[in-house]
């Protein structure tokens, strides 16, 4: 289908609007005054509808005529988007880039690295999500992010590229008004069994799943991110492990306590993970920048000291 909308015409119909003038228009397009007026007229001759009240001084749009043009410069911006997104990916450079971040890390650095990379490439949507466990390594492998920053253990199959971060350390915490801190130490899991354990739930939908805190209590409380379970912990309700670097501010103002077991929790390998057959210059000057950065088990990712 044919139109005579064409985005030249919706140029001169938006210039004509914020200069006040078919005059001011054509010196703004670098015309003259003649073919901004044909250009006008053959368009409302084409439409069949008038754009512009001529029984006034100044030109100004009538109704008919402000719908044309609000609905058009909506046009030329998604015009001038596109333009942006061929040019850039012809570059290299993504339309979009998906990040997913374990639940474990933290974001703080994450939104650093995001900022900084908005000053390099600002017409790169970023999209992060959080995962949790196994989510993490699900979501790279189905493909539902290009990068992972703090997946835990090995990758689960051939394609990936890797990059160690460090280790997260975690300890066994209550609230500091929960009985277990009136025990003596270290506590053996008899003693803690006694006591409901809180548990995040695992994100992945498709590898299998693991659990995190999970200390075989009588009974469990199931929450969806870290977070949520420092707050259950916070609170008295329930027991279990927590990563130290999320827990700081917890410890801190005294709301949890970190108690001693029989048996204590190994560290955990993190790293960042993406398809090794990924070219994308986004992703590349993010493994770039974590490249000079490392995880810390008290402080979270952190530049590297050189």
Known sequence: MNTPLTLDALRILDAIDRRKSFAAAAEELYRVPSAISYTIGKLEEDLGVQLFDRSRRK??????????????????????????????AAAGWEAELRIAVDSALGFDAIYDLIERFQQVQPHTEVRVAEEVLAGSWDALNAQRCDLVIG??????????????????VFEFAVATDHPLTRMPQPLSMELIRQYPTVVVADSS???????????????????????????????????GYLPLNLMQSALQTGSLQVLKLAESRPPQSISAAWHSSNRGKGLKWFIDQLRDMQFDSRLGLIPIER
């Open 59 to 88: 030109a100004e749009l009538t109704a008919v005529g402000r719908l044309v043009l609000e609905q058009g410069r909506q046009i030329l911006i998604a015009s001038e988007e596109l333009t942006v997104l061929a040019r850039q």
């Open 151 to 168: 997946a835990a253990g090995d990758p689960p199959g051939q394609g990936f590229s890797t990059l160690p971060l460090g280790e997260l």
């Open 205 to 239: 939908r498709y590898l299998p799943v693991r659990s995190s805190g999970l200390l075989d209590g009588r009974s469990r409380i199931v929450v969806d991110s870290l977070q949520r379970k420092i707050d259950v912990q916070s609170r008295g309700l329930g027991v």
